[in-house]
């Protein structure tokens, strides 16, 4: 082998040695960059995912307002719309949440009959309801929260 020769097969490994580390170091950047989006991605769902569920407390929480304060019609589009999210949002929620979620499905024509009634009581049914939900998602609460302080119990300071 002349040295020309060497030299030049030295120099063709030299640049494939080269090119391949390069390579190497690319694929595993992009690979890396891929698995950070698929993360990302997953957390934006979760995201997604508790947002509807806030979404749907808050919506519920407006109809229960608007109800307590006689806008029964108010509160009947919103309690609506809250059914309507709930409905699409039942089957992605948690696995522990289905049931507590279908329940309450189970309820949508008693608590828009009431409202379109104006009856006063649709106030607490909403109440009620919204515990409902709190209690299937997670975030259970009581409804004595709810109840007007005692008159007769001394005022807590």
């Known amino acids: 082998m002349t040295p020309q020769l060497r030299n030049a097969l030295i120099v063709v490994a030299a640049l494939a040695v080269a090119f391949g580390g390069g390579t190497a170091w690319q694929f595993a950047q992009a690979r890396q960059a891929r698995q950070a989006l698929d993360t990302a991605r997953q957390e934006m769902a979760v995201i997604r995912g508790e947002r509807a569920l806030d979404q749907l407390e808050a919506t519920l929480a407006l ?85 007007p302080p005692d008159p007769t119990e001394p005022a807590r300071e």
């Open 63 to 147: 109809a229960t307002v608007a109800a307590q304060f006689g806008n029964f019609e108010r509160g009947r589009q919103l309690a609506s719309d809250f059914f309507d999210l709930l409905q699409e949002q039942a089957g992605t929620a948690p696995e522990t949440a289905r049931s507590g979620l279908n329940e309450i499905l189970t309820r949508r024509d008693g608590i828009i009959t009431v409202l379109s009634r104006g009856q006063p009581e649709s106030g607490f049914e909403l109440a009620s309801l919204l515990m409902s939900l709190q209690n299937a998602l997670g975030r259970e609460r009581t409804l004595s929260a709810l109840q």
